[in-house]
């Protein structure tokens, strides 16, 4: 009986290991595409460098999540699209197009395993020509 209850505590142990959060690439193209900086500030590391046409900096999770929510709201975000996406020795990338009311921008995003998550530690939107 001791046996049965062992198994049966590590089996429910791993069950609940399984279900740590994964964030992926897929997860915060999906978050830029609403134009949502409440969604992407789940996927933000504690340090996060943003470049925007006007400014470049590290932030704070919290200052990036503010810089980023006021980009998207100046601009009025309609749509983004991602052209390439890649990965290499657990961390992930993606650039593609992020269609706003006021342009498009290139942008690039930099995500990079922490732990047992991938955190966006690197947001670019720069003009298109």
């Given at each position: 009986?001791?046996?049965f209850i062992?198994?049966?505590?590590?089996?429910?142990?791993l069950?609940l290991?399984?279900?740590?959060?994964?964030?992926?690439?897929?997860?915060?193209?999906?978050?830029?595409?609403?134009?949502?900086?409440?969604?992407?500030?789940?996927?933000l590391d504690?340090?996060?460098?943003?470049?925007l046409?006007?400014?470049?900096?590290?932030?704070?999770?919290?200052?990036a999540?503010?810089?980023?929510?006021?980009?998207?709201?100046n601009?009025?975000?309609?749509?983004?699209?991602?052209?390439?996406?890649?990965?290499?020795?657990?961390s992930?990338?993606?650039i593609?197009?992020?269609?706003?009311r006021?342009?498009?921008?290139?942008?690039?995003v930099f995500?990079?395993?922490?732990?047992?998550?991938?955190?966006?530690?690197?947001?670019?939107?720069?003009?298109?020509?």
């Amino acid at each position: 009986m001791k046996k049965f209850i062992g198994i049966a505590v590590a089996l429910v142990a791993l069950s609940l290991i399984s279900f740590k959060p994964y964030f992926n690439i897929d997860d915060v193209a999906m978050a830029i595409r609403s134009g949502n900086a409440n969604q992407l500030s789940a996927y933000l590391d504690n340090r996060v460098d943003i470049t925007l046409p006007d400014k470049s900096d590290t932030y704070s999770k919290t200052q990036a999540e503010m810089i980023i929510r006021d980009f998207f709201i100046n601009n009025g975000v309609e749509n983004f699209q991602v052209k390439h996406k890649g990965e290499n020795a657990g961390s992930e990338f993606c650039i593609g197009i992020l269609k706003t009311r006021n342009g498009d921008y290139h942008t690039l995003v930099f995500m990079k395993l922490k732990g047992d998550r991938q955190l966006l530690e690197e947001i670019r939107f720069q003009p298109a020509p």
